[in-house]
């Protein structure tokens, strides 16, 4: 396998493992990156060794993975503020549970003094 057939089949590795990622996210899944910017780093690399004209060959394919990594880190946010929206609401909810925990604890307290009812 030549230094060019080995970068092609890397940059298919890393094109298939952002869009695995980004169909996953975009389905509510957690995914781990670790390792991608590290495959990415190795990716660009094995492509600056490779002559010149071999390198041009690269270009568009290397501009569709920017593309593919920008509907990524899209699909990324989109679920962060999903999340971030859910947890304001889990939080409003649970101070106003609480607020209505405090107050009704507060009510069925028997007040000092008074022992009718006891005995």
Do not use: W
């Not at 996953?24 to 010149?52: K, M």
């Not at 609480?98 to 009704?104: F, L, N, R």
């Amino acid at each position: 396998m030549t230094a060019g057939e080995q970068v092609r089949t890397a940059l298919d590795d890393v094109h298939r493992a952002i869009v695995t990622a980004t169909t996953l996210v975009t389905e509510g899944h957690q995914i781990d990156l670790s390792g991608l910017d590290q495959g990415v780093a190795s990716l660009c690399g094995d492509i600056a060794a490779l002559p010149a004209a071999e390198r041009r060959d690269f270009k568009p394919r290397l501009l569709a993975l920017i593309d593919d990594l920008g509907r990524l880190v899209g699909q990324i946010e989109t679920q962060h503020k999903k999340i971030a929206t859910a947890l304001t609401g889990v939080s409003s909810r649970r101070n106003a549970v609480s607020a209505y925990g405090k107050g009704a604890k507060a009510a069925l307290r028997t007040p000092r003094g008074d022992d009718s009812g006891t005995k």
